[in-house]
């Protein structure tokens, strides 16, 4: 699957990554596996349902004690398949709409 142009190298898992996804406050939390990654963004298998989580802006938490995590959001949904865009820490994207 293509995702388009890319800006910055990827490197792909051949079997995925165990990874979390949670809402900013927590009220939600979602198992996935991180397929590709670069430094601006990464692609996510997510099995379950995103119907209805806000995804303007997220944690991908990257170990299951959360002590490694991006803040991130949505930029694309294929199927089960994510691509995701990592935010500059110290910048929030709430109330500006995903693309």
Not at 13 to 21: A, N, P, Q, S, Y
Request: aromatic share 8%; hydrophobic share 35%; with cysteine.
């Amino acid at each position: 699957m293509t995702f388009g142009m890319r800006k910055n190298d990827r490197v792909n898992f051949e079997r995925g990554i165990d990874v979390f996804m949670m809402g900013i406050d927590g009220t939600w939390r979602r198992n996935c596996r991180m397929v590709d990654v670069s430094q601006t963004g990464a692609r996510l298998h997510v099995p379950d349902s995103i119907q209805g989580l806000d995804l303007r802006e997220f944690f991908l938490l990257l170990s299951s004690t959360g002590l490694a995590y991006r803040r991130c959001r949505l930029i694309r949904v294929a199927g089960e398949q994510i691509g995701i865009e990592f935010l500059a820490p110290g910048k929030s994207n709430k109330g500006r709409p995903s693309k």
